[in-house]
């Protein structure tokens, strides 16, 4: 067994606390990481206040790992003590089914399995997320890291990145097209990166209109003030694609008459209600509304080694452990630029 520790919620009402655990020794396949770097995704806050209504307690939240490998197991060939590994969202799943064996674990028949907050397939534990020193993995849920990428930045890309990298990706974004990404948020920002470096004309929708100049800066053609109709008339039915990664409820309506007919409007945000959509808005333009998930491992190491090429990270505020309950308080507020990540020697 490994000791552990890290911050835990340990209801949906009060604040994250120090909390030790142990976790298994690595069998065969897996590899031990003691965490460097664990960004805070707006998921650690549904899930930690239970919007969801799935929670379950003492949870450790985080899934943006990245960390130093410590421990081996027998017939690991992928890593080596010392070396540096990432991990995501997922960290297993069924391995036999057909989406498993297109390398789309996330879309596992199954189920695959969270980093935290779910049954641990191995051991049937609950899994404790990367709020903490160290995490157990199978090497096949482990990600290398290319050497030139700053390791705080690239935590981020693990989940903020790979859940807006894929969607570009599948929807074939690229020159000629122009994209709007709604929120500018720790999701929202990777998707204008990525966007921009794919080459489409970018348009940043947000509703904080101080966001402007760093939107602009982080690859944004145009800014568009999402609350102001004048602004949002101007670009009517004149989008290809568009993602919206906002964290909170909100209309649909004003973003689908942004589309062009037979465009996409794929949502990767899950505020804790559902949106209403016209269908009458559907049908006059042929419009679709999708939705999309992280995204599978083999995809995850194209987008890292894609970041590593194109020097590709997030920007970060890096805070220490203790810092965490503000952070989340600040992200709720729309403060934050624009991904906090803690730093676990804070830990020590
Ligand atoms: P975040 O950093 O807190 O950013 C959310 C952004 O949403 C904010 O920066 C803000 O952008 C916008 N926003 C917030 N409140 C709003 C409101 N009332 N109306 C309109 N816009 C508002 O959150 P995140 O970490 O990027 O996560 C975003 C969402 O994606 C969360 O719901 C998270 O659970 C979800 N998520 C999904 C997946 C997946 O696989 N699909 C993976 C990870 C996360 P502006 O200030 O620019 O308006
Ligand atoms: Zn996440």
Redesign the pocket.
């Known amino acids: 067994m490994l000791s552990s520790k890290g911050f835990a919620a340990h209801s949906a009402q009060t604040p994250l606390a120090p909390f030790t655990f142990s976790r298994r020794a690595p069998g065969p396949t897996e590899i031990a990481i003691e965490i460097l770097y664990c960004g805070v ?3 650690d806050i ?1 899930m930690a206040r239970n919007e969801w209504g799935q929670s379950m307690y003492p949870m450790v939240p985080g899934h943006e790992i990245v960390g130093r490998v410590a421990g081996v197991g027998s017939a690991v060939k992928k890593f080596k003590v010392g070396e540096i590994a990432a991990i995501g ?1 997922i960290v297993d799943s069924c391995r036999k089914c057909e989406p498993c064996d297109r390398g789309e674990e996330h879309y596992c028949l199954e189920g695959p399995t969270l980093t935290y907050a779910a049954k641990d397939r191995v051991d049937g534990t609950t899994t404790m997320g990367g709020y903490s020193n160290n995490y157990v993995v199978d090497e096949r849920f482990a990600l290398t890291v290319p050497a030139n990428l700053d390791l705080a930045g690239v935590a981020p890309l693990l ?2 990145g790979i ?1 807006t990298y894929s969607p570009l990706r599948h929807w074939k974004v690229g020159p000629g097209m122009k994209v709007g990404i ?7 920002h990777m998707a204008l990166k990525f966007a921009h470096s794919f080459g489409a004309h970018t348009v940043q929708l ?3 209109p101080k ?1 402007k100049e760093d939107a602009l800066r982080l690859g944004a053609d145009e800014v568009v003030v ?1 609350t102001d109709e004048e602004q949002m008339k101007k670009h009517a039915a004149s989008f290809d694609f568009i993602i919206d ?6 209309e649909m309506a004003p973003y689908l008459a942004l589309l062009k007919q037979d465009a996409t409007l794929t949502i ?4 804790e209600r559902p949106p209403s959509i016209d269908i009458f808005q559907l049908i006059s333009k042929r419009i679709a509304v999708a ?4 995204g599978g491992m083999p995809e995850t190491q194209a987008m890292l080694d894609y970041c590593g090429k194109n020097d590709i990270t997030a920007d970060v505020e890096v805070i220490p452990m203790e810092k965490i309950n503000e952070a989340f308080d600040r ?1 709720l507020k ?1 403060d ?1 630029k ?2 906090f990540v803690v730093d676990m020697s804070s830990l020590k």
């Open positions: 995704c707006h998921t549904h969202v989940c903020a859940t709604i929120g500018l948020g720790g999701l929202g947000t509703t904080s966001k999402s990664a906002v964290s909170a409820p909100h990767v945000g899950l505020p939705g999309s998930m992280i992200m729309q934050v624009y991904r």
